[in-house]
């Protein structure tokens, strides 16, 4: 099997998004991970979550030594995302891949996207590691060149992973409650406090925030730094593991909760702007966030589909059963879906790195929308699929209850949903962010009158009290996500129907289109082509014309 053969999208969606050169480049990537993804690295994902990291806090001796011992499964799939794929470095120099520029963000995030669907911890330590390399080069690239050349290095002698410690116990979601307090120490700072939920804590770059004298109180009372596992001397630096958590998912890799004790730090960019600049690597980390979901969703997905296919009921394969096809339908349309956007949001990134303006207003507020939407979403469509497969989908020996566990993961790392809503109404209520979505998408014949009233209603919802704004922007929110996502499907089409003559890429969006207007929606078109669907083959454009015209 080979997960990139069998996505019924991703190809086609690369089609549309990617130069020639960029999608004859990556194609030979999507059919060496997608053949790893499918087998070796599947393999060695089900050990490594099956034998969580251990917390080794003394050496034999009674030396104080909080080191991380990690099952070797472990470390084969983290080889396959630094070393072979680059997936950490290719955002940060050339020569990644073969590549002679920096990898566009499009191309990380689909060649990402096919890793997760089967090792799903590892993304965690590897987005931080990509983010830490961008908030240094972004605010403080000549103090941190080495340090950015370690992060996004492939060498498995030289390369370096990154963390991002910033939850403390009375303060998660308000951060402006950290506690933990820098002293200046001459050409260095000293850290002291505990963070609550630290993930890869043995790392060797971590970014933190702590409250600097002076400052002030609240987020602008903390500045940014960066705490070495070394010291410059090569000396383990005062960052005490106080021990691991016994989380539900991502199980392979370490989580834990730590003490800085006068720990050795440096200042990262200006001291006054540390909240801000953690923002950019949250949004990063989102974004990532998302991306897993979809991964998630599309595992869940041909999981449903393959048992559907070979498991019969009543002397017919339940994939040919008319309630188990509307049980598939929204699985499939949603994670397709879910896919446009997150390579619609990573092509925006990318036009923003390259200082296009209104793609970094953009991307301001795609973001939010798809961790908003499509982790929780996730949440569901894993939900159904182990339901799917019935008792066996609730037995560790299928991969539906990883599934499950790490679904569950998205929607509370880097900002829980709602946290997440009303990140979007602050893009609203700063930026206007639903006019520009509008302004953006709502051209197309096929979603402006949906996108119209969207923005009516965005306007009405600015003039409500704040209590009544906070209370409401969680499902418009969701609004907003799904006619992008909406709109994204009839680009799709429009371009497949333009360069192949292929109607499917229009069945997905009619049929998504039905279901948001009427979620009991069963159109009759989707399901006389559910094999298209459900596997990618073709459509008949004049099918769909004779449909529509009836």
């Known amino acids: 099997m080979n997960y990139a053969d069998r996505d019924p999208v991703l190809r086609s969606a690369l089609d549309r998004v990617l130069s020639a050169e960029g999608r004859d480049r990556v194609e030979p990537l999507l059919v060496e991970l997608g053949e790893l993804a499918a087998g070796e690295l599947d393999r060695q994902a089900a050990l490594a979550d099956a034998n969580p990291p251990r917390l080794v806090q003394y050496a034999p001796d009674g030396t104080r030594i909080d080191e991380v ?4 499964a472990h470390d084969k799939v983290a080889a396959i995302a630094y070393e072979r794929f680059g997936l ?9 891949l073969g590549w002679p520029t920096k990898v566009p963000h499009t191309i990380k995030y689909a060649l990402s996207y096919l890793y997760v669907q089967s090792e799903f911890g590892m993304a965690c330590p590897l ?10 080069r972004l605010f403080d690239p000549e103090r941190y060149a080495d340090e950015i050349a370690a992060l996004s290095s492939t060498d498995p002698e030289l390369r370096a992973t990154g963390a991002m410690f910033m939850t403390e116990k009375q303060g998660g979601t308000d951060v402006g409650l950290t506690e933990t307090v820098a002293a200046e120490r001459g050409d260095h700072w000293i850290l002291t406090g505990k963070k609550w939920f630290a993930s890869n804590p043995s790392a060797d770059v971590i970014l933190t925030l702590a409250r600097v004298p002076g400052q002030g109180e609240g987020t602008r009372g903390l500045g940014m ?4 596992r070394l010291r410059p001397d090569g000396t383990r630096n005062a960052i005490r593991i106080d021990r691991l958590k016994d989380k539900l998912g991502s199980r392979s890799i370490a989580s834990g909760e730590v003490t800085l004790d006068e720990a050795y730090a ?6 006054a702007n540390g909240f801000r600049q953690m923002a950019e690597m949250l949004n990063v980390s989102r974004l990532s966030n998302a991306m ?24 017919k394969p339940l994939f040919d059963q008319p309630l188990m096809r509307a049980t598939l339908l929204p699985m499939i349309l949603d994670t397709e879906a879910a896919l446009h956007l997150v390579l619609e949001a990573a092509t925006r990134l990318t036009a923003s790195d390259d200082g296009d303006a209104d793609a970094r207003a953009l991307v301001r507020v795609l973001t939010p929308l798809a961790k908003h939407t499509l982790c929780k979403r996730a949440r569901t469509v894993t939900g159904e699929a182990m339901e799917i497969r019935g008792g066996n989908g609730y037995i560790e020996d299928w991969v539906n209850p990883r599934l499950v566990r790490d679904a569950h993961l998205g929607s509370i790392w880097e900002g829980s949903s709602n946290v997440i809503a009303l990140d979007v109404l602050r893009c609203m209520r700063r930026q206007n962010a639903h006019t520009t979505l509008a302004d953006t998408y709502g051209d197309r014949p096929a979603t402006a009158e949906r996108w119209e009233t969207l923005r009516k209603k965005g306007d009405e919802l ?12 969680g499902r418009y929110a969701d609004e907003l996500t799904r006619a992008v996502m909406e709109t994204l499907l009839y680009d799709q089409a429009d371009h497949e129907a333009r360069t192949s003559g292929d109607g499917r890429a229009l069945l997905v969006a009619r049929a998504y289109t039905a279901l948001a207007d009427d979620p009991a929606a069963l159109p009759r078109t989707a399901l006389d082509h559910f ?17 529509h015209r009836a």
């Open 69 to 72: 011992d990690f099952h070797p």
């Open 88 to 96: 950490a470095a290719m955002s940060h120099r050339g020569g990644v």
């Open 127 to 136: 987005s931080m590691t990509d983010s830490a390399a961008r908030i240094l």
């Open 225 to 228: 730094f960066l705490v070495p």
């Open 266 to 271: 440096t200042p990262v960019g200006q001291l």
């Open 292 to 315: 897993r979901a979809t991964a998630l969703m599309r595992r869940a997905v041909r999981e449903s589909v393959d048992h559907t296919r070979v498991r019969e009921v009543f002397g």
């Open 462 to 473: 600015l003039q409500l009290p704040q209590d009544e704004q906070e209370m409401k922007v």
């Open 531 to 547: 094999a298209a669907l459900a596997d990618g083959g073709q459509v008949p454009l004049a099918d769909l014309q004779e449909t």
